[in-house]
């Protein structure tokens, strides 16, 4: 076995000893939290840096629905555990609030 293999070896079972050890201690890890139906809180500090993947535009949090809402294109992206998920492919479509302008006819 090669040194590097070696120390890599080494580093992963010591990590999984540490695991073990903090779950005898009744510690619990973050998934523990979430199979038991906890959810983390969004941080809404977050906001100052996160824009929409599509419109480069600004996003607002709803606390009642927990998504990232981009009132522009009108789409919704879901938070879970606390992570927003950005993949434009996962965002649902939400109807526009307002208006909507009719096509003038000539």
């Excluded at 009132?71 to 879901?78: D, K, N, R, S, T």
């Amino acid at each position: 076995m090669s040194h590097a293999l070696r120390t890599l070896a080494t580093g992963v079972f010591s990590v999984q000893r540490s695991v073990r050890a903090l779950k005898i201690r009744g510690q619990r890890s973050r998934s523990d939290a979430v199979k038991d139906g906890q959810s983390q809180t969004f941080d809404e500090s977050l906001l100052e840096f996160l824009v929409c993947p599509l419109s480069k535009k600004t996003l607002r949090y709803d606390e009642r629905s927990n998504e990232l809402i981009n009132e522009e294109l009108g789409i919704a992206y879901p938070i879970i555990d606390g992570i927003p998920n950005m993949i434009p492919q996962d965002a649902r479509m939400i109807h526009k609030s307002g208006a909507t302008e009719k096509p003038t006819q000539s």
